[in-house]
């Protein structure tokens, strides 16, 4: 299985999702939908593009995420004129775009950092700090429940689970932090929400978040790791970490509609 096909089919993986989100499980469509106007949790994460009645998809999507904003997630091996011309029709237009970007982890060699400790999230108060790198990052205002911290905790600290967050500290301020998810039968290691705050980029964090997640895929015992990388920001940083690139994917967005 080449590294574009890791990425594409870890998407289809959606043992994360909250209780509030349903799953759409076709052999032409895989759709999550939810009442919280989240693009994460309102996306098509596998298309049939050859499937005769791509309107009709489209459609049926739009049924779906009713009220909410929508995404369609197009990786460059699915991409044609068809699916794109009827994605338009349905109010969709093409917003970002991303490198697919993957690496062996045996062949990954970190590159010069700034003094930091990346510390494994282990405790509500790493969750609570990494929330706030998020926010500040990504200009987000995120405040998640009690109920929600103590459910992403659970995850972290279960020896077996599936997903592990990471935060980097300098001088005792969170700086910078990425998560990792696992999905071992294609041993592969999905990178995720790495960040760091506007006044601490360029110095190195982030790439010290990224050779923490890979140091612990490998005692993980994964082959590969790998992200959608937006080609603006975070995939020249992963190229110069020696990340290939394997095709592309583009996000389609549609805003919310009754």
């Known amino acids: 299985m080449n590294p574009e096909d890791r990425l594409e089919r870890s998407q289809w993986d959606l043992?994360?999702?909250?209780?509030?989100?349903?799953?759409?499980?076709?052999?032409?469509?895989?759709?999550?939908?939810?009442?919280?106007?989240?693009?994460?949790?309102?996306?098509v994460t596998r298309t049939d593009p050859a499937h005769p009645d791509l309107d009709g998809l489209v459609a049926d999507v739009g049924r779906a995420h009713a009220g909410v904003r929508s995404r369609w997630s197009v990786p460059s091996r699915i991409a044609n004129a068809r699916l794109h011309d009827a994605l338009g029709r349905g109010g969709y237009r093409p917003t970002h775009e991303h490198d697919a970007r993957a690496i062996e982890v045996r062949t990954f060699v970190p590159r010069p950092s700034a003094a930091c400790e990346v510390v494994r999230v282990a405790t509500i108060e790493h969750l609570r700090e990494l929330t706030a790198v998020g926010n500040a990052a990504f200009g987000h205002n995120?405040?998640?429940?009690?109920?929600?911290?103590?459910?992403?905790?659970?995850?972290?600290?279960?020896?077996?689970?599936?997903?592990?967050?990471?935060?980097?500290y300098c001088?005792?301020?969170?700086?910078?932090?990425?998560?990792?998810?696992?999905?071992?039968?294609?041993?592969?290691?999905?990178?995720?929400?790495?960040?760091?705050?506007?006044?601490?980029e360029g110095q190195g964090f982030y790439s010290a978040v990224v050779a923490s997640r890979v140091a612990w895929a490998s005692a993980r015992g994964l082959n590969w790791v790998g992200l959608y990388a937006r080609t603006t920001?975070?995939?020249?940083?992963?190229?110069?970490?020696?990340?290939?690139?394997?095709?592309?994917?583009?996000?389609?967005?549609?805003?919310?509609?009754?």
Do not use: K
């Open 15 to 43: 043992f994360w999702i909250p209780e509030d989100t349903v799953v759409h499980d076709r052999p032409e469509l895989l759709v999550v939908s939810s009442p919280r106007d989240l693009t994460f949790l309102n996306q």
């Open 171 to 200: 001088g005792g301020v969170p700086v910078s932090a990425g998560s990792i998810n696992v999905f071992g039968d294609l041993e592969f290691g999905f990178l995720w929400a790495g960040c760091t705050i506007p006044e601490a």
């Open 142 to 168: 995120r405040t998640p429940s009690e109920e929600e911290l103590q459910a992403a905790l659970q995850q972290c600290i279960d020896p077996d689970g599936r997903v592990q967050r990471f935060v980097a």
């Open 233 to 258: 920001t975070s995939s020249p940083i992963v190229q110069r970490q020696g990340f290939g690139r394997f095709g592309t994917m583009t996000y389609w967005d549609r805003p919310a509609q009754p």
